[in-house]
């Protein structure tokens, strides 16, 4: 039994960090990368993970704290996107104008951090593109912890209002739902889930968390409420299983391993027959169940 105990994952510190901070990580962007699936914004997610990678580069050249760059750069480009938007829900035109404006900058950062600063991390660049959720220490796995499950928290009690703008917008502003306000309230939150989730697997590949497991969920089941718990689910579940297969296969990143069962999982939703959606029940232009109490 002591033997058994010893060789657990759960064992290891570093392991555990990354345990505890990946799965709440992974429930936020299960519940967030929902919404901008259904919202049609996943190219927002895109975007985001280039602005991750610029904001903590300008961070580190300034000699600031790697996250503060990720969080204020990744907040602030997406209330951005929805100032430039039409009801805070930003167009492609408006984020393609961006993106490749926001890369160069990336790159200028990166150059004058590595030729300016004396104390240079030669791997951080690598780190942020990457993740380093193995690397993630005990301060900063409970602080990632908290913030993944305040954004978790916040996206379900907004939900109902949120599924309502995002289905019929026209209607739900009559009605009075601050339709506006929702969108820039969603934007920030997409922005914080943008910039954890660069810490766990980079932010080349945080597109992934958020919308493998969100288009999993909504190629099940067209309940939104049970496809919003489902991404969730998915997301956490993906997280363990690229965790264990990194720690089982050293040479295997753990950011890979959890894409890897990402993409898996998204790939058999497309073996599973699923019956058409109740004509009663459903939205004629988006086919998804409209909310109906339950």
């Known amino acids: 039994m002591t033997v058994l105990l010893a060789t657990s994952p759960l064992s290891h510190p570093f392991f555990l960090h990354a345990f505890l901070s990946g799965t709440a990580i992974a429930a936020a962007c299960g519940l967030v990368g929902y919404f901008l699936v259904l919202r049609a914004q996943v190219f927002t997610g895109d975007a985001l993970s280039h602005v991750a990678f610029t904001g903590a580069m300008a961070a580190l050249a300034f000699g600031a704290d790697l996250r503060l760059g990720l969080f204020a750069a990744t907040i602030a480009m997406a209330l951005l996107f929805g100032t430039l938007g039409r009801k805070a829900r930003p167009d492609d035109v408006v984020i393609g104008s961006v993106f490749s404006w926001i890369l160069g900058l990336g790159a200028f950062f990166i150059t004058l951090y590595t030729t300016s600063r004396s104390t240079t991390n030669g791997t951080a660049g690598v780190s942020v593109l990457f993740g380093s959720i193995f690397g993630i220490s005990s301060s900063s796995a409970v602080v990632a912890a908290l913030v993944a499950a305040g954004v978790g928290l916040l996206v379900v009690l907004m939900a109902r209002p949120l599924l309502f703008a995002t289905l019929d917008e026209a209607v739900a502003a009559a009605r009075g739902v601050p339709v506006r306000l929702l969108g820039y309230g969603f934007l920030a939150l997409a922005g914080i889930s943008a910039a954890e989730a660069t810490q766990a697997v980079g932010s080349l590949l945080l597109l992934g968390l958020l919308a493998a497991p969100a288009g999993a969920a909504i190629r099940l089941t067209d309940r939104p409420y049970r496809a919003l718990a489902l991404s969730a689910g998915l997301a956490v ?27 898996a999982v998204y790939a058999a939703t497309f073996l599973i027959r699923r019956p058409a959606p109740d004509p009663r029940t459903a939205d004629p232009l988006t086919r998804t169940a409209v909310p109906t109490g339950t």
């Open 237 to 263: 579940l993906e997280m363990w299983a690229g965790l264990f297969a990194s720690y089982s296969v050293p040479k295997m990143p753990p950011s890979f391993a959890i894409m890897a069962a990402a993409t």
